[in-house]
């Protein structure tokens, strides 16, 4: 069953504590995005990894840090820092980097109270 | 600064009837241009697709006009069903970024039975 897998669906933390969502693909893309959704906003872009080993920010970093250290996987912290963490998260895949479309994950709420 | 703008929320067709959903873009490098279709607590999926080259493309009931003098957009459904209610976000990426997508805020649409 080939896709992007993120979870869990729904996550729930106390304010201070650090996160970490999940995001795997076995689509053998190189490139993976997080972005972030909140409403009544479109998809704003948290940090995007085009190989492995290497990844740069998007426009909204702060607060926020990756890891990738495997193709299939691109891991996102969300750290106390970030000021507004309560938010509908989504990761993305592309084929290459100079490929057009971008395939989304189910995404994970999480909620930071 | 939004560089690309649904300034329509919210849409209400009755089924059957045709649906427009409009975008606006500021930034003249993008030259590819993405709709794509979300439902709630789930990722968006992609729907349809144009190169600046074109002003035309079209899928089924979906059809994506381009004016690049207006910078300007649009996404007609004919016919419009009640599956169709979702969200839509435009979005456009330009060369030499990656090929990062560039989202606006989503318009939802309602196709009343």
Known sequence: DGGITQSPKYLFRKEGQNVTLSCEQNLNHDAMYWYRQDPGQGLRLIYYSQIVNDFQ??????????????????PLTVT???????????????????????????????TVT | DQQVKQNSPSLSVQE????????DYTNSMFDYFLWYKKYPAEGPTFLISISSIKDKNEDGRFTVFLNKSAKHLSLHIVPSQPGDSAVYFCAASELGSARQLTFGSGTQLTVLP
């Open chain 1, 57 to 74: 920010k998007g426009d909204i970093a702060e607060g926020y840090s990756v890891s990738r250290e495997k193709k299939e996987s691109f």
């Open chain 1, 80 to 110: 106390s820092a970030q000021k507004n963490p309560t938010a509908f998260y989504l990761c993305a895949t592309k084929y290459s980097g100079d490929a057009y479309e971008q395939y989304f994950g189910p995404g994970t709420r999480l």
């Open chain 2, 16 to 23: 059957g009837r045709i649906s427009i959903l409009n975008c």
